[in-house]
């Protein structure tokens, strides 16, 4: 017999382990069988929740980007001004929560897996514009909209960089120096116009 309200507690805990497995691989190359081996169910009751290995992977990326979004709303919802938006956005991004290792290597997977998968191209489109849009939620109050969507571009590309080289293991080593080098990118862009 099943037990009743297992099912939410099973899937999280499925879908936390498919993080963990891609983290410690660093690839997307892991089985149903390992996934649910480290969820504590069988591969039967896996495949029962999500069906396929892509209904998993695809499961879990919504969870990070849910995740994320609920993070941001919290940050920018305490922001004041355009620049602690702007800030508070970033900070998000190199969150201990977001800028852990597991989660670093589940990006840059779904990155490299997003080529073939139409469904994770979608998410990370979806991921894309939600970080424009955040960004330019402040910037646009504080530099002309074609001025803002430039920063706000070069700002995603940072952060993005940023975490493919945190997944590499080469270059920025924790959050603090992350968020130190785009919060200098930004200075030297917004100028005297961010004390508006």
Not at 42 to 52: E, I, K, M, P, V
Not at 169 to 196: C, F, H, M
Request: glycine content about 6%; cysteine-free; proline content about 4%.
């Amino acid at each position: 017999m099943p037990k009743i309200g297992m099912e939410p507690l099973r899937r999280r805990a499925l879908i936390d382990a498919t993080i963990s497995a891609i983290g410690e691989r660093g690839s997307l190359d892991v089985t149903m069988s390992e996934i649910a081996g480290r969820a504590g169910v069988s591969s039967a009751l896996a495949h029962h929740y999500f069906g396929a290995k892509d209904e998993l992977l695809l499961a879990t990326m919504r969870h990070i980007l849910a995740e994320l979004t609920a993070d941001m709303r919290r940050a920018l919802r305490s922001a004041n001004t355009p620049r602690q938006r702007v800030s508070a956005v970033v900070a998000v991004n190199f969150s201990d929560v977001q800028f852990q290792p597991e989660t670093i290597a589940a990006w840059l997977a779904f990155y490299v897996e997003a080529q073939k998968s139409p469904a994770l191209r979608r998410l990370l489109k979806v991921y894309a514009r939600r970080l424009h849009s955040n960004l330019l939620s402040g910037l646009t109050g504080i530099l002309p909209r074609s001025e803002a969507d430039r920063v706000a571009e070069a700002t995603a590309a940072l952060i993005d960089g940023l975490y493919i080289r945190r997944a590499l293991k080469d270059g920025v080593p924790n959050a603090a120096t992350a968020i130190a080098l785009i919060e200098d990118y930004l200075e030297t862009k917004l100028g005297r116009r961010s004390a508006q």
